[in-house]
């Protein structure tokens, strides 16, 4: 697994500086996404929502579909489907997403992903389908 070329480290877009995660690792067909966990991502119970869950598999997955190599040609996609399912609770304090690209075409992609912590408790699973923008950054 390949650190993050920082050439194609990418200023913190607004939902990503709420919840804190950060892109560790960004290769052809592969991403992997660390967020340390915080008491405002937990639910009624005190563990991260399940919704923080979900959000980290979509974001790794697009990651993982839309690596170009090259900072000035940056891919964009839209999240068509996505399955997740809950597995465990982190016994941990960092949530780690790490993203598959699967398959797809030129015009959409398909990806898979898990949600472990740093002791490797699997705590979810998903699977998607993702359209590419037409429009790059």
């Known amino acids: 697994m390949t650190p993050l070329d920082p050439a194609l480290d990418e200023s913190p877009y607004p939902l990503q500086k709420h919840l804190g995660f950060r892109l560790t690792h960004w290769n052809e067909d592969f991403a992997r996404l660390e ?17 923080i869950y979900a959000t980290l ?10 690596y170009t190599g090259d900072p000035d040609h940056k891919r964009l996609a839209l999240t068509l489907s996505m399955t997740v399912n809950f597995l465990s609770r982190p016994k941990g304090h960092v949530l ?25 408790e699997l705590i979810a699973r998903g699977s998607g389908a993702f359209k590419y923008r037409k429009t790059t950054l």
Not at 37 to 45: D, K, S, V
Not at 57 to 66: I, N, P, S
Not at 104 to 119: K, L, N, P
């Open 35 to 51: 967020l340390p966990i915080e008491h405002y991502l937990g639910n009624r119970a005190g563990l991260p929502h399940g919704g």
């Open 57 to 66: 598999l979509d974001t790794v997955m697009g990651y993982a579909g839309c």
């Open 96 to 120: 780690i997403a790490e993203g598959r690209k699967v398959g797809g075409g030129a015009a959409t992609f398909f990806a898979e992903a898990t949600v472990m912590d740093e002791t490797g």
